[in-house]
């Protein structure tokens, strides 16, 4: 009993060790953009974007066809709907570090919780919960202060930040409905392989053949996101929701705190430090009652 207790401990702290690094990696992909731009390259978020989803897809067929794995598809909206709205948080995303900074883009892109509950509370009635609704709203002042950190106004261009969470909340959702009907490896192929599409089809004019620097940083920028996505994906096979939920949220710190080290952006002033503490408080309280509510049925 000792020993399966052991090994078991041994699995959660790797999984916690591998969340935690997924959380990371999708902070650095994001560094790496920042350091082609200090590099003085002009590369296109757009040129990001489909690299990462056109190795993704070639990564996961490589998989699916070492593994033997096939496509089975029930429900094509929901696989669509997966992928549309990853596509577009994925260049939100992107266009936001582009334009703003590093860490405003991630602490914008994780609220993406807030804004599950937001429409969870619009859309599916069977998941109302006042309780979420008051911490969305606590949050949600977190959310104006990263917008405005040192004075009440706001750069237009953080919208994009913003604009990512929003997408990327569409995108949980559908993927959480995928999942009941899907696997991982089809919900994956289609996620690169459409939003890739989707993505290439809106932004042809913004393809061009890279440089071997250009070329350097989107490939790694690339790697780096789709290892995070690998390492959250084991991850998860060892931790609770809860505990997934809890330590993803800590990009939002780790943007804040590594942003000034390594994308040598501004550090944040007082009002920055206090919205990113109240969105990833928001974030935790709204992963804790999520868990609370499924226990209790």
């Known amino acids: 009993m000792k020993l399966l207790k052991y090994i078991t401990n041994v699995r959660t702290l790797l999984g916690c060790l591998a969340v935690f690094g997924s959380a990371f990696f999708f902070y650095f992909a994001t560094v790496i953009i920042k350091w082609s731009k200090m590099a003085g390259l002009a590369i296109d978020p757009a040129m990001?974007?489909?690299?990462?989803?056109?190795?993704?897809?070639?990564?996961?067929?490589?998989?699916?066809?070492?593994?033997?794995?096939?496509?089975?598809?029930?429900?094509?909206?929901?696989?669509?709907?997966?992928?549309?709205?990853n596509a577009v948080a994925v260049y939100c995303f992107f266009k936001g570090v582009d334009l703003t900074s590093v860490v405003q883009a991630n602490i914008l892109n994780m609220t993406y919780p807030i804004f599950v509950a937001v429409f969870s509370w619009i859309f599916l009635k069977e998941q109302r919960d006042f309780i979420a609704i008051v911490i969305v709203i606590i949050a949600f002042a977190g959310v104006l202060l990263i917008l405005a950190p040192a004075a009440m106004h706001y750069n237009i261009n953080s919208m994009?930040?913003?604009?990512?969470?929003?997408?990327?909340?569409?995108?949980?959702i559908y993927l959480n409905l995928s999942r009941q009907v899907h696997d991982t490896y089809t919900i994956l192929l289609f996620m690169f392989g459409i939003g890739g599409l989707v993505l290439f089809c809106l932004f042809f004019d913004k393809i061009a053949?890279?440089?071997?620097?250009?070329?350097?940083?989107i490939f790694w920028c690339s790697a780096v996101a789709i290892a995070g996505q690998f390492l959250i994906t084991i991850g998860f096979k060892y931790v609770t929701a809860i505990e997934g939920g809890i330590i993803s949220s800590t990009r939002i710190l780790l943007a804040a705190l590594l942003g000034p080290v390594l994308a040598m952006d501004p550090a944040l002033s007082l009002a920055g430090w206090i919205g990113a503490v109240l969105i990833f408080s928001g974030n935790v309280c709204l992963t804790l009652r999520k868990a609370r509510n499924k226990s209790s049925i």
Do not use: H, Q
Not at 209 to 217: M, R, S, V
């Open 48 to 85: 990001f974007a489909l690299s990462r989803f056109f190795l993704g897809f070639i990564i996961v067929i490589f998989v699916m066809i070492i593994l033997k794995k096939k496509i089975v598809i029930r429900k094509k909206r929901l696989l669509f709907g997966r992928a549309l709205g």
């Open 160 to 172: 994009w930040g913003l604009a990512s969470g929003i997408s990327a909340a569409a995108a949980i």
């Open 209 to 217: 053949i890279p440089g071997t620097a250009e070329l350097t940083y």
